[in-house]
C-alpha cells in the first residue's frame, strides 16, 4: 500500500457522460486525465459490454479531445464531438461499435457546441456559431433600453445558433429563427416529432443565464413555439410521458430568489415537480420507457429516483452511499458515474433496481486511504449539519489530537458527498497522508438538505454559515480529535471567501489558504460573470476586504490569472490589503476559475502542503 501523491491525484483518468446503446448491450464513455499536459485537453473514448463481460476498448484513439458520444438508433455506431482534425475546434464525427478510421461528418468553421442525433438516423442537429462568426471587436457590452420591450445588449461573444445536418446528402441549414438569442441546449422528443430548445437573451453568461427561453421547434419546417420565460440556470431537457402524452421537464433554480436549491420543473406552466421535497435533484435523464428520471443529492449520499405520474412524487429506485453524477439510461438499464469514500470515479451499469457492474478501470488501486467518518450535529440554532472528517491513514480518534484543516466547498451551492475526496481541489485524503485531521462541513446554503437550506444565506454569507463551521471544529476539539492551538483553514471560489473570511472573524486559525475566493462581494458584481447572483449573495458587510485590517494569520492566496468568475483583482486586493503582514500571493497564468494545467495542480497540491505543514507543525 502506499502514500498518496501528488503526481497521482492529478494523472488519474476520470471517466464521464455514459451512454448505453439502445438495445441495452454496450457503454460509451469519455475518460481523461485530471490535468492537462499541453495546449489542449485529451480525453477518449471506450466502449463496454454493459453486462460487464468484456473489459472497456477504446474507440478511435486520438491525441485529441473525444468527448460527448452518442448512439446510432441501430447501435451500431457511435457520434461523438472531437478536435483530431483542429484542436480546439470540435467537430462531429462517427465511428463504428467495433472501431476503424472514424467519419467526419461536419467541416463547421466555429466549431460545434453542442448536438442531439434524430431518432430516424437521418438528421442530426447541432448547437454552433455562424460558421464564420468572430467575436465582437471592439467588445461591446452595452444595455439598450427601449418603450417597446425589455432592455437588450450587445454581446461579446457570436450567440450559438440552431443546425439541422442531412446524414444522407451533408446539407447543413438553419433550424428555426430565435433573433438575436443565444442557443444554449436542445433535447429531441423520443418519437422526433419537435425539439425543444433553451435559449438565453445573449452569449454572455451575465445577462444571459439569467434571461433564458424555453421553445420548440419543429425539425421539418422550423416553425417556433415559445412556452415561456423558465426558471434561471435551465438546464438538462428532459422528455418523458404519461397517459397524456409526451412532457418535457427541466432543472432550474427555484423561485422566486437567485440564492437557492434547484427544482425539476415541467414545461409549459413551469409547474415545480419538487417543491418541498428537503433533497435536492442534481440531475435528469429519460428512463427508456418514457419514464423521467432524477438523481437527488441527499445529505452525504444521492439517489436515483422516478416520477409516478399518477401522485407527481419521485419514488426511489437505488440509494447509493456517496456521489452519483451524470445518469443515463436505455434499454432497460442505467448507467452512471459513481464514487464512494475510498474508490474514485468509476463508470456503473444494470437493471434500475441493480445490481450494479463497474464497467471502468479502478484508479488509484493501492493507496492507504485515510479513515473517513461521516459526521452528524447540530448548528447553534439547532439546524441539522452533516460533514465528513478525514483522519491520516492508519490512525483513529484516540490517536488524536490532530492539527486540524477545515477545508470549505464552493459555490456555495455545492456539498461533500461521502466520496472519495481527492482532486488538485479536494485536499482531504491529500492532506490526510501527511498527518492532519481534515474537516469536510456541510454549512447551511449548501446541498443536499432541500430548497430553504440552500436559500438560508441569501443576503448573509459568512453569518450563520460561518458558525455552522465553528461549531463543527468546536465538537471535533472538544472530543480530542483536534488540536484547539493548531487549526487550519482553506477553499476555492465561495470555500476561499470563507477562509478570507474566517481569518477576519477570529485568529484560532494559524493558517489559511485563500483560492479563488471573494474579498469584495460588491466589486465581484460589477466585474465577475455572475453578477446578479454575487449581488443576492452578499454586500460590503459581507466583504473580508471591509475587516482586512484584523488579519493576523498568514495566509496563502492563490489566483488564475484569467478568472472570469471570480476576477484575478479580488486576490489583488486581499495581497494589497495584508501589505507587510506574513502572506503569499501566487498567480498562475493562463489559468481560469479552475486550474486545468498539469503542472499548476501540482504546484498548488504540493505548495497547500507545505503551507499548513509549516505553519501547524
Known amino acids: 500500500m502506499g502514500e498518496l501523491t501528488a503526481e497521482a491525484v492529478v494523472d488519474r483518468m476520470v471517466p464521464q457522460t455514459p451512454r448505453i446503446s439502445p438495445d441495452g448491450r454496450w457503454v460509451v464513455f469519455a475518460s481523461s486525465p485530471v490535468g492537462r499536459v499541453g495546449t489542449h485537453p ?29 448512439w446510432s438508433a441501430d447501435s451500431g455506431s457511435v457520434y461523438f464531438l472531437s478536435d483530431r482534425a483542429e484542436r480546439g475546434t470540435a467537430q462531429l464525427y462517427r465511428a463504428g461499435r467495433e472501431g476503424g478510421e472514424p467519419e467526419r461528418l461536419t467541416d463547421w468553421g466555429a466549431g460545434l457546441e453542442n448536438y442531439v442525433v434524430m431518432p430516424d438516423g437521418d438528421a442530426v442537429v447541432f448547437v454552433a456559431p455562424e460558421e464564420k462568426a468572430a467575436a465582437a471587436d471592439p467588445r461591446v457590452r452595452v444595455v439598450r ?7 437588450t445588449w450587445d454581446t461579446a461573444d457570436p450567440p ?41 437573451s445573449v452569449a454572455d453568461q451575465e445577462p444571459g443565464i439569467f434571461e433564458p427561453g424555453l421553445h420548440l421547434i419543429d425539425p421539418a419546417t422550423g416553425a417556433r413555439q415559445d412556452l415561456g420565460v423558465p426558471a434561471p440556470e435551465a438546464e438538462s431537457l428532459t422528455w418523458w410521458h404519461d397517459e397524456t402524452g409526451w412532457r418535457l421537464a427541466y432543472l432550474g433554480i427555484t423561485p422566486p430568489g437567485l440564492v437557492g436549491g434547484d427544482a425539476v420543473f415541467e414545461a409549459g406552466d413551469h409547474r415545480n415537480l419538487t417543491a418541498g421535497l428537503s433533497v435536492c435533484p442534481i440531475g435528469l435523464a429519460e428512463s427508456g420507457d418514457g419514464a423521467l428520471l432524477a438523481l437527488f443529492a441527499e445529505g452525504l449520499d444521492t439517489t436515483i429516483r422516478r416520477l409516478d405520474p399518477a401522485t407527481g412524487t419521485f419514488i426511489e429506485r437505488h440509494g447509493a452511499t456517496g456521489a452519483l453524477q451524470h445518469l443515463n439510461a436505455s434499454g432497460g438499464r442505467i448507467a452512471f458515474v459513481a464514487s464512494t469514500a475510498t474508490e474514485p470515479e468509476a463508470v456503473y451499469c444494470g437493471p434500475p433496481g441493480g445490481p450494479f457492474t463497474r464497467l471502468s478501470e479502478p484508479q488509484l488501486s493501492g493507496i492507504r486511504w485515510g479513515t473517513q467518518e461521516r ?25 488524536g489530537p490532530f492539527p486540524l484543516v477545515t477545508v470549505v466547498h464552493g459555490g456555495p451551492k455545492d456539498r461533500y458527498a461521502d466520496q472519495a475526496q481527492v482532486g488538485w481541489f479536494r485536499w482531504g485524503q491529500f492532506l490526510a497522508a501527511v498527518g492532519f485531521a481534515v474537516f469536510l462541513p456541510n454549512p447551511r446554503g449548501g446541498l443536499g438538505h432541500g ?42 471560489s465561495h470555500g476561499g471567501f470563507m477562509a478570507a473570511w474566517a481569518v477576519t472573524q477570529t485568529d484560532r486559525f494559524k493558517a489559511a489558504v485563500v483560492s479563488a475566493g471573494v474579498i469584495d462581494w460588491p466589486l465581484l458584481a460589477a466585474t465577475g460573470e455572475w453578477g446578479r447572483f454575487d449581488l443576492a449573495l452578499g454586500g460590503r458587510e459581507n466583504s473580508p476586504i471591509t475587516y482586512a485590517d484584523r488579519i493576523s494569520t498568514p495566509v496563502l492566496i492563490v489566483h488564475g490569472e484569467c478568472d472570469t468568475n471570480v476576477p484575478l483583482s479580488q486576490g489583488e486586493l486581499l495581497h494589497h490589503a495584508l501589505g507587510d503582514r506574513e502572506h503569499e500571493f501566487v498567480v498562475y497564468p493562463r489559468e481560469g476559475h479552475s486550474f486545468r494545467e498539469r503542472g499548476h495542480q501540482l504546484d498548488l497540491l504540493h505548495r497547500t502542503r507545505e503551507w499548513f505543514s509549516h505553519l501547524l507543525a
Open 42 to 70: 485529451v480525453s477518449g473514448l471506450w466502449v463496454a459490454a454493459a453486462d460487464g463481460s468484456s473489459p472497456p476498448r477504446q474507440l478511435a484513439a486520438a491525441d485529441a479531445e473525444d468527448q460527448e458520444p452518442r
Open 145 to 151: 433600453r427601449t418603450d417597446a420591450g425589455p432592455p
Open 160 to 200: 450559438g445558433r440552431l443546425w439541422s445536418l442531412d446524414l444522407r446528402t451533408r446539407a447543413v441549414r438553419p433550424l428555426g429563427d430565435f433573433g438575436p438569442r443565444h442557443v444554449v441546449e436542445a433535447a429531441v422528443r423520443p418519437d422526433g416529432a419537435t425539439v425543444a430548445v433553451v435559449t438565453w
Open 375 to 399: 459526521l452528524f450535529y447540530r448548528a447553534e440554532d439547532g439546524l441539522e449539519l452533516d460533514g465528513l472528517l478525514v483522519l491520516p491513514p492508519g490512525r483513529t480518534r484516540a490517536d
Open 451 to 492: 430548497h430553504a437550506f440552500a436559500a438560508s444565506v441569501a443576503g448573509a454569507v459568512g453569518g450563520a454559515e460561518f458558525t455552522d463551521l465553528l461549531t463543527g471544529i468546536d465538537l471535533l476539539v472538544e472530543a480530542g480529535v483536534a488540536d484547539g492551538n493548531r487549526l487550519g483553514i482553506g477553499g476555492g
